[in-house]
C-alpha cells in the first residue's frame, strides 16, 4: 500500500474521531424535538423542562434559538411514518446482527435498498434461549430530508434522527440517522484540512528544532575540540616549564652523592697513610 494512501486514510480516521468528540460533547447539552402533523415541539432532553413549539415553516423565536445554540438536536419522527419489521437470528450471532439485517433490508422493506432509511434494536426473544429477535424501523430517505429541511426552517439542524414504534411509544427510541454515522466528504472536509494543517505545523517545528538541534551539535563538538588543543598545549608548556627544574635538581643530587663519597675516601685514605706523609698531603676538610 502506498504511503500517501496509509496516510490519507490516517487523516479520515483522525477526522472522524475529532467529529465523534466533538458530537459526544455536545450530546452532553440534549434538545429534543418531536415533529407533528402541526409542527415541532422542542424540549430539554433533561425531564421536568419546559418546552416551546412552532409551526411547519415558521421559524423559532429568537430567544429560543439562541437559547438552544451549540446543543445536541435529536429529531423525533411520528410513528405514522414508521414502518417495523422483525426478524429473528441465532443467539451466536449478536454480533453479525447488523450485516444480516443489511442484507435483509432490501427484501423486508417497501422501499428500494438506496431509498430507506432504517435502524433496529437487538432482543432476547421471549421463551427461546437460543434466539434474538432483531426490532427494525425503516422509513423512506425522502421523509428523512424533508423533516430536516423543515427543521432547518425553523432555525435548528438535526444531528440525530430517531423514531418508535406505534405499540411501543414509551420504549427505547431507535437511531433512523445520524450526522456522525452519515458523514460524508465534505462533512469531514474541515477537520480533515485542520488536521493536516497541524501535522504540516509539527513537520516543520520538528524540522527546525532537527536543525537547530544539528547545528548546535556541531558548533559544540568544534568548541569542544578547541578546548582539548588548548588544554594539550597548556599541558606541553607546563611540562617544558617544568624540565629545567627537574634536570638541575637531579644535577645537584647527584653532584652532592659524588662529594660526600669523595669526603669519605679521602678521610679513609687520610687515616691509613703514614704520618710522615700526611704532613705533605692535604687535608679533606680543605679540599671539600
Known sequence: MRIDTILKRWIELLAALLVGLREFRRARRALVVARTDKGFVVREGKPNHGSAEAAIGAPLSAEIVREVRGQFVTLELPADEIVVRRINIPAQAREFAAGIVQNQIERISPWQGDQVAYGF???????????????????????????????????????????????????????????????????????????????????????????????????????????????????????????????LAWVMRTFMSIAATARWACRSSHLSTPFSWRLALPRCQDLF
Open 121 to 247: 434494536a437487538v432482543e432476547a426473544s421471549p421463551g427461546d434461549a437460543a434466539t434474538l429477535e432483531v426490532r427494525i424501523l425503516m422509513t423512506a430517505r425522502a421523509i428523512l430530508d424533508a423533516a430536516r429541511e423543515e427543521l432547518g426552517a425553523a432555525g435548528l439542524a438535526a444531528d440525530r434522527m430517531v423514531a418508535r414504534a406505534r405499540a411501543e411509544p414509551s420504549g427505547a427510541a431507535i437511531t433512523l440517522w445520524s450526522r456522525l454515522g452519515s458523514a460524508s466528504d465534505s462533512g469531514l472536509t474541515g477537520p480533515r484540512r485542520l488536521i493536516a494543517a497541524a501535522l504540516i505545523g509539527m513537520l516543520g517545528v520538528s524540522i527546525v528544532l532537527s536543525t537547530w538541534a544539528f547545528v548546535s551539535a556541531a558548533s559544540i563538538r568544534t568548541e569542544t575540540d578547541d578546548v582539548s588543543a588548548r588544554a594539550a598545549a597548556l599541558q606541553r608548556q607546563a611540562r617544558g616549564a617544568r624540565t629545567p627544574s627537574a634536570s
